[in-house]
């Protein structure tokens, strides 16, 4: 849905203050417990920020690119953890139903993930099919109505709490690569898949990642997502999508942390003045704020023609790889600006700068987004695009 400008600023308002209110003072307990409580867990639904990215025909906010990378520039402003319980959800846990689906399983699944009493979760990533994710091994043979899927899944966000997955496999053992895969929505409490416990993870605590396994679990064959052998473009369609609403959450989490060291920086002295007056430490907040300009501007811009009908799978690669990039500097800067306190637990900057190391790997390295953009680049000079 296109907004106007007043319902976007209320909503990017609503969402400032609830992050501010609400999450910003509970980030050292999340940290600590490696839970987000329940209770914000009931306002994220009561928000609406669940189906963000579901039409509204299914309950969803159905909101537009450009809208929805607003919302996420207010959700980075704190620990991303808390973003993590409503990202899949919003991003790779349902899109491939929102892009692909059909008409049934959008009425079947939608509603829920829409209004949070369903979790939506993505699994692609395999023990042995990381950055290749054309060489996934978990296989799913037809077997009249049904796929019979056997293989484990890894790292897979929010697996433990997920009621449904979009699962890719291996539809045809014989075809290697990306044309041998298809993609499954498939219930969590399909017998023969089991989850695994969650990983000990460096930073994101509160967000939890799992192997979840396939023994001989059977799948409806009218759980298909898209064609046979169409999988792996679902997946990289529901990425091209997912990597810019990461790069958003990366500006919203350099934008926090720009603020913490600006405001230490005019509290703290030493050599008989602020920091904030010492030009070295001026020079760590100016490139810092210039950075994240220029991210939020590329977003802006990606998401808008993303909106428009273009295909950005250049330009969210683009964004994925700057941004996340970005904030990696950003954090290693507000270390340095706090000093020793920047490395100690009891001011939090550690700890934002161990969560962003994973924006760096997670829905593609940034290896995966210079790939990426080299190819684009590559297939529009062939087309005399360039
Ligand atoms: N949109 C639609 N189709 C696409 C596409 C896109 N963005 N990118 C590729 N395709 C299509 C191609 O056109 C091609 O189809 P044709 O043969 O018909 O032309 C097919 O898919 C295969 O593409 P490639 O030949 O480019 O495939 P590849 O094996 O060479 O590699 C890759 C592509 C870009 C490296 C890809 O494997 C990739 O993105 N890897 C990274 C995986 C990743 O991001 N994993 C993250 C997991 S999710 C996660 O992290 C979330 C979590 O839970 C934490």
Same mark, same amino acid.
């Given at each position: ?9 209320? !909503? ?46 299914? /309950?969803?906010?159905? !909101? ?22 409503? /990202? ?191 030009? !070295? ?106």
């Amino acid at each position: 849905m296109a907004f106007d400008d007043e319902i976007r600023a209320q !909503l990017v308002e609503t969402v400032h203050r609830f992050v501010a209110e609400k999450c910003v003072p509970l980030e050292g307990q999340v940290g600590d417990e490696d839970k987000v409580p329940g209770s914000i867990v009931a306002e994220m639904k009561e928000l609406g920020l669940f189906g963000l990215a579901v039409p509204e025909e299914y /309950g969803g906010l159905g !909101l537009d690119m450009e809208t929805e990378c607003l919302v996420a520039f207010e959700l980075g402003r704190t620990s991303p953890a808390f973003r993590s319980v409503v /990202g899949t959800n919003i991003g790779i846990g349902s899109q491939a139903l929102v892009l692909f689906g059909t008409q049934e399983q959008k009425t079947r699944w939608l509603p829920g993930i829409a209004s949070g009493d369903l979790v939506a979760s993505f699994a692609l990533t395999e023990p042995e099919a990381g950055s290749d994710a054309a060489g996934l091994k978990t296989r799913a043979i037809r077997d009249g109505e049904h796929y019979v899927l056997n293989g484990t899944k890894r790292y897979i966000t929010n697996a433990n709490v997920a009621d449904v997955f979009t699962v890719m496999a291996r539809t045809d053992p014989d075809t290697p690569g990306a044309k041998g895969v298809s993609a499954f929505v498939v219930p969590a409490d399909t017998p023969g898949l089991s989850v695994g416990a969650p990983e000990k993870k460096m930073g994101q605590q509160g967000a939890h990642i799992c192997d979840v396994n396939f023994d001989d679990a059977r799948v409806p064959a009218e759980n298909r997502i898209g064609a046979e052998g169409e999988g792996f473009k679902v997946a990289m369609s529901v990425l091209d999508k997912g990597r810019l609403h990461i790069s958003a959450v990366c500006v919203g989490v350099a934008e926090r942390l720009i603020r913490e060291m600006v405001n230490y920086a005019l509290e703290r002295e030493q050599f008989g003045k602020p920091l904030a007056e010492h030009q !070295l430490i001026q020079a760590m907040m100016a490139d810092s704020q210039a950075e994240t300009y220029a991210a939020r501007c590329m977003i802006m811009d990606a998401a808008r023609r993303r909106d428009a009908g273009e295909r950005v799978t250049m330009l969210a690669s683009s964004c994925k790889l700057f941004a996340s990039e970005m904030v990696g500097r950003v954090a290693d800067r507000a270390v340095q600006v706090f000093g020793g306190a920047g490395y100690v637990a009891d001011y939090g900057i550690e700890r934002f700068y161990r969560d962003v190391r994973i924006f760096r790997l997670y829905e593609g390295t940034t290896q995966i987004q210079q790939i990426v953009v080299a190819r684009e680049l590559a297939r529009a000079a062939q087309k005399g695009e360039l």
